[in-house]
């Protein structure tokens, strides 16, 4: 039983200090071999005039497995700035009322989506609402947490958003 043990120790440990012919290189990433994320940021007003919803064209090339994240400025306690993913819903007690988006390949749809009558909001909820726009790298969809503006940014890199 011990010969036995042994030799499968033994075998089992040949297997794995074993190395196999290298492989192809991966695909080359994006901006000279860098992942990079676009990034931009855009002030909004939400009107019965624009049916509550605006488009944004990015301005920039995206590709088919790229995913769109949008924030918005929640509020700024202390002078540090708080950015919330979307979608935010908030409660009211005549309905609901919810800050969304979808995207394409070229471009962003901001909306307002809910049962609250929209026309009877007050202006703090539709005017002047400030978002800002990260479209994610395909290769890195699923890796990271998305939730924290500030972590998505250190994860790209980005310092800065372009003003749409």
Known sequence: MKNLLTLLVGF????TSCEGPQGPPGSPG?????IV???FEIELNFTSANNYEFFEPYG???YPAD????YILWEVVNGQE???????????????LMYN???TRTEVRFFLDGSVNFNTLDNSWTRNQVFRVIVVPADNVGKHDY???????????ITEFEKH
């Open 30 to 34: 994006r901006d000279g071999g860098l």
């Open 101 to 103: 988006f979808d995207f």
């Open 37 to 39: 994320a676009q990034a």
């Open 60 to 62: 920039f090339e995206t």
């Open 67 to 70: 995913v769109t994240l949008v």
């Open 12 to 15: 089992v440990l040949v297997l």
């Open 82 to 96: 708080v950015w919330r993913l979307l979608p935010q819903i908030v409660e009211f007690e005549d309905g609901t």
């Open 147 to 157: 939730s924290d503006i500030n972590v998505v940014m250190d994860t790209y890199g």
